[in-house]
């Protein structure tokens, strides 16, 4: 869904009369488009409009709505800042019209330095902005490579209400929650550009909320976006919380919302009252909803007509192709099924029939002419050289049609296989973007039987199976030279995806994972080994949905050129 179009959600329910003195403040849970500084503002005065209609006195965005994020090193561009900032005045004049004040996300520059800020309008004129302190520098964020860390910020005063305004990070630490207490905050109120991860719903409320709430007595408000953004999907799941740690609120995930918050003042302080509660998706649709989104927004951000992929008849690329579909739509997916001597009845059965319930189109284009043209052009090539040919054919196949046609080519491997070098440079491991990039092997065989008897809200797929239960069954294979087998040159994926867990998400050392796993230390150590030596082709490899705390990529930055192993 572009920036400036009408957010899901919405809520059309007149205003209901309210009793003084009282607050209604409508969360704006977005999408949005980096660098898209017109469209992002239209949807801002879009919301702000729908929210007016609705009686609102104020409307909240999410962190650097304005902007998109994260905006990275856009902003050291300084004809981007100075845009950003000419873009900000519209939003402001805007609120001239008598309507409820706005508070939105964007760029703030003083004395040379920018910042990372929400700006408070009302009335034609800026009324009061905060300053974002603490700066995230891990994983996939570097705000302290782009933005000034602002002060300890001091409560926004509007309508005669002291009103916190700890942004996204900062209240993921005590301090500056603490701080805006101690300084007179009557309610907290935290924009956020929170990605998702597994299990990350959980946090945010018991983790991070529901102290600050207890520390400070006061209710909070925390707004995320959603959409896709590269390898970073936002899942919203906004809530409010009162000042008992109770929630008011909870608005869905992977979807936009305008939500519309009514809040009293009692001698206890302000409170909100109970509205709709949505739930929030559980493990395995988490995931597959983060792919549907950070796919569909991908392709669609980059107007690409559709995607094309390899359907081998295995169940990387059926998962993959069902992704595709449920978020794309199957008139957007094209399969292409490439056979050489090795590849078996059932897979060209497997794939045929996997196409026929997405209602996808589906070609057969054999590589053997095109074997037996390197073979004159290379006499001699045997061995993992042959069988690396094999996987370069098919990706210049799929790209001269996805150069042809435009379509973009989409990945079909696995974290698993990539993890360990288990993947062709510059033949599967080709494309545009990857799906399953972070995704161990035993992740896709819980998403595809998860698939095949669900379907995901908002996803345009079939309403049944997605692929055969026999390309779920039988056991993974690349199908490179005869009777080959994934076990053939790796241990079973639920020892090694245990083994990988261990080493990547949780840093151990070969004898800690060992001991972690119950696996034998030098089959560790020989895990350590691949997985090291592999860095120089995951540098290479596309971006990929993010779902875990230590994806490929920008959250793990191993050097390619490195002697040290912990065995």
């Not at 590269?230 to 000042?243: I, K, P």
Request: with cysteine.
């Amino acid at each position: 869904m572009r920036a400036a179009h009408k957010p899901a959600g919405v809520t059309q329910k007149p205003p209901s009369p309210r009793t003084e003195p009282s607050l209604r403040i409508a969360l704006a849970q977005m999408n949005q488009r980096v660098g898209d500084l017109a469209g992002n503002a239209a949807a801002i005065l879009a919301v702000r409009a729908e929210a007016a209609r609705q009686g609102a006195d104020l409307v909240l965005t999410p962190e650097l709505q304005l902007t998109g994020y994260p905006v990275e090193d856009l902003v050291l561009k300084p004809e981007f800042v100075r845009r950003t900032i000419e873009a900000s005045e519209p939003l402001i004049d805007a609120t001239a019209d008598g309507g409820p004040a706005l508070l939105f996300g964007t760029l703030h520059r003083v004395d040379g330095l920018v910042y990372n800020a929400m700006v408070l309008a009302e009335g034609g004129k800026m009324v009061g902005r905060t300053l974002k302190h603490e700066l995230p520098n891990y994983g996939t964020f570097d705000e302290k490579r782009i933005f000034a860390a602002g002060p300890l910020p001091d409560p926004v005063v509007w309508r005669g209400i002291r009103l916190g305004l700890p942004i996204c990070e900062d209240i993921w630490f005590p301090t500056v929650c603490g701080h805006l207490k101690l300084r007179g905050a009557e309610l907290l109120i935290a924009p956020h550009g929170s990605p998702f991860e597994i299990d990350k719903d959980d946090r945010r409320i018991g983790e991070i909320a529901a102290p600050r709430v207890n520390e400070t007595q006061l209710p909070l408000v925390f707004l995320n976006r959603v959409g896709g953004q590269d390898e970073l999907v936002f899942d919203g799941a906004s809530f409010v919380m009162n000042s008992d740690g109770t929630l008011a609120h909870q608005l869905p995930d992977f979807q936009e919302a305008l939500v519309l918050t009514d809040w009293v003042q009692t001698v206890a302080g302000w409170r909100c009252e109970p509205g709709a509660k949505a739930s929030l998706s559980p493990y395995p649709e988490d995931l597959y909803r983060a792919m549907m989104v950070g796919l569909r927004d991908y392709v669609t951000a980059n107007t690409f007509p559709g995607v094309i992929l390899g359907m081998s008849g295995g169940i990387d690329s059926a998962l993959s192709a069902a992704i595709a579909v449920d978020a794309l739509g199957p008139d957007k997916v094209w399969c292409v099924m490439m056979p050489s001597e090795f590849t078996s009845t059932h897979s060209l059965d497997d794939a045929q029939a996997a196409a026929d319930l997405l209602g996808v189109r589906h070609d057969v284009i054999p590589i053997a002419p095109g074997i037996a043209a390197l073979s004159e052009m290379l006499p001699g090539i045997d061995g993992l050289a042959a069988e690396n040919i094999q996987a370069r054919l098919r990706m210049v196949t799929l790209m001269g049609l996805s150069n042809r046609d435009g379509h973009m080519l989409l990945t079909t491997g696995n974290k698993s296989e990539m993890s360990v070098g288990y993947a062709t440079l510059y033949g599967d491991m080709a494309g545009g973007f990857s799906v399953l990039k972070d995704a161990y092997k035993t992740t896709v065989f819980a998403l595809s039987r998860w698939r095949n008897s669900r379907k995901p809200e908002g996803a345009l797929g079939p309403d049944g199976a997605v692929m055969p239960q026999r390309i779920i069954d039988k056991p993974p294979t690349a199908e490179l030279r005869h009777d080959q087998k994934d076990e053939d040159s790796l241990p079973p994926y639920a020892l090694l995806d245990r083994i990988l867990h261990a080493l990547i998400e949780q840093e151990q050392s070969v004898a800690e994972a060992a001991l972690t796993t119950g696996a034998d230390e030098a089959l560790v150590a020989d895990i350590e080994r691949k997985l090291l030596r592999a860095e120089y082709k995951r540098r290479q490899a596309p971006p990929g949905v993010k779902i875990g705390p230590r994806s490929f990529g920008r959250d793990r930055r191993y050097p390619i050129t490195n002697a040290f192993h912990t065995r």
